[in-house]
């Protein structure tokens, strides 16, 4: 058995768990970071790409990820599509700010780079088997090293970033599962193809036949996603099918073909857990909450609670002060539930339910039109879609 004795022990190498890790190091407090995955599998793993104005901002400034605004692509607009018209969503006409096309993957091989450099204790295919102790201040993380040896790691506390099956959860809430949860009936067929963009920004699209995103991720390659039945198999459509499909979903706009060399369904769940934080333990990230992809709040909501949580740890141990942890959890789920309102808004206001009515679809379209027809409608998606700033 080896025994590890660090200040912070996270658990997950997540853009949470990461990001953690980096903002501590700033205030000179020391983390052994764990994860399950390989360096590979969480370098490659493909997931949502867009990064709020704070977000980018933060990951800038503090060298986190140094190619998030040379590399990444700015994004000043939307576009809402219904009824076979575009309506475009100015951000820095409405807001002063914007948001960047970056996919989270690319932020993790930015962070995984700079904390190995600055000397980080990151270890990968360490399996966490238990939490202990998170109610005295010397909470224990017990873990699996990659050879099937055993781990402790003793710290002053314990962080759990390890995504939605957190099993830092357990000890926070007293069960796997504790939270508020919401399932929907519909689900997103994703593809990577080789293609040039079908457009410059993000269309956002409501159709008889479903909604479907258009979205990018180079010249060369593109991202896609339409409504499926949860149940799809993604192998089970040929690419001419999916072609018709993502087509019939954005009409008036001709979509650039090209091979498609990926493809995956994604579930949609809404979740927040009953408690973010209990004694010298607390959750961030997807650990804490999951938003279903239509606000793009996912990684930017971890972000948020990365940031409030790095002020409560540096509080408390550089300076004995518990009183901003206590406030940890009051104050990380106002925009925990204002994010989780904005997804839940834009899914339903987007998608088409299996038993949608005729009332309800022609509801929908006058949603969509007192939205883009309204400064005030307009201003409210730029403002929770770029992100709101800071607590
Ligand atoms: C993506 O590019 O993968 C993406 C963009 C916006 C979303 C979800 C996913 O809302």
Not at 63 to 76: C, F, I, L, Q, Y
Not at 96 to 114: A, K, M, N, T, Y
Not at 228 to 244: F, G, K, L, R, Y
Not at 261 to 289: K, T
Request: aromatic share 8%; net charge negative; proline share 5%.
């Amino acid at each position: 058995m080896s025994t590890v004795r660090t200040q912070v022990a996270i658990v997950g190498a997540g853009p949470a768990g990461l990001l953690l890790s980096h903002l501590l190091a700033a205030r000179g407090i020391e983390s052994v970071v764990v994860d399950q995955r390989t360096r590979e599998e969480i370098e490659k793993t493909i997931r949502a790409g867009i990064l709020e104005h704070p977000t980018v901002e933060l990951l800038d400034q503090t060298g986190a990820s140094p190619r998030v605004k040379t590399v990444g692509n700015r994004h000043d607009g939307i576009e809402l599509r219904f009824e076979g018209e575009g309506h475009r969503i100015d951000f820095p006409a409405l807001t002063g700010r914007s948001v960047w096309l970056f996919p989270q993957h690319e932020v993790l091989i930015d962070l995984i780079e700079v904390r190995l450099a600055a000397g980080q204790d990151l270890r990968f295919g360490v399996t966490v088997d238990r939490v202990d102790d998170i109610e005295t201040d010397r909470p224990r993380v017990f873990a699996t090293n990659p050879d099937g040896s055993p781990l402790e790691i003793e710290a002053d506390f314990i962080v759990g970033g390890d995504g939605s099956r957190s099993l830092v959860r357990a000890a926070v809430t007293g069960s796997s599962t504790g939270g508020h949860f919401r399932e929907y009936p519909f689900a997103w067929f994703g593809i990577l193809c080789e293609a040039p963009p079908s457009s410059e920004e993000l269309i956002y699209s409501n159709s008889p036949h479903g909604f479907a995103l258009i979205s990018q991720r180079s010249a060369t390659v593109q991202r896609m996603y339409f409504q499926c039945d949860p149940e799809t198999d993604p192998n089970a459509m040929s690419e001419a099918e999916i072609w018709d499909t993502l087509q019939s979903c954005v009409p008036g706009t001709t979509l650039q073909e090209g091979p498609i060399f990926q493809r995956d369904v994604l579930r949609f769940r809404s979740f927040v857990s009953y408690e973010l934080r209990r004694g010298r333990a607390a959750l961030v990230g997807d650990a804490a909450h999951t938003v279903p992809p239509t606000g793009a709040k996912g990684m930017n909501l971890a972000v948020a609670d990365v940031v409030l949580l790095d002020r409560a740890l540096g509080a408390l141990l550089n300076e004995g002060d518990e009183r901003l942890l206590d406030r940890y959890a009051e104050t990380a789920l106002k925009r925990i539930w204002k994010a989780q309102h904005f997804s839940w808004w834009m899914t339903n206001m987007l998608h088409l339910t299996p038993e949608a009515s005729e009332f309800d679809r022609r509801r929908q379209i006058g949603e969509l039109r007192s939205v883009v027809e309204s400064e005030a409608g307009r201003t409210y998606l730029a403002e929770a879609y770029t992100g709101w700033a800071f607590a």
